[in-house]
Nanobody, 115 residues
Framework: QVQLVESGGGLVQAGGSLRLSCAAS????????MGWYRQAPGKQRELVAL???????NLADSVKGRFTISRDDAKNTVYLQMNSLKPEDTAVYYC?????????WGQGTQVTVSS
């Protein structure tokens, strides 16, 4: 079993920055993909960023140039550095891990960007 615990969400003004963290615990295998999805009110959950265990990244076009994803495998933690935040970035952000064909999700952390 795997548990994912997010932290770092909050309220920020447009143009500001936030850093999300997600710590994974339990049976973590060396080969996996970790990342972030988000869901705004009335919208479907969408991919924000993913990072593989080899360090390859995939970012949504809407966040390229503003968000950076990284990971620390010694801590089983993935980070999302969010800069130049916009009101449209407001959403619940969910941590995600997939390994050996199983998907795991965190409970979500709210990010609110005021204009």
């Amino acid at each position: 079993q795997v548990q994912l615990v997010e932290s770092g969400g909050g309220l920020v003004q447009a143009g500001g920055s936030l850093r999300l963290s997600c710590a994974a615990s339990g049976s973590i295998f060396s080969i996996n993909v970790m990342g972030w999805y988000r869901q705004a009110p009335g919208k479907q959950r969408e991919l924000v960023a993913l990072i593989t265990s080899t360090g390859r990244t995939n970012l949504a076009d809407s966040v390229k140039g503003r968000f950076t994803i990284s990971r620390d495998d010694a801590k089983n933690t993935v980070y999302l550095q969010m800069n130049s935040l916009k009101p449209e970035d407001t959403a619940v952000y969910y941590c995600y891990l997939t390994q050996r064909n199983y998907d795991y999700w965190g409970q979500g952390t709210q990010v609110t960007v005021s204009s």
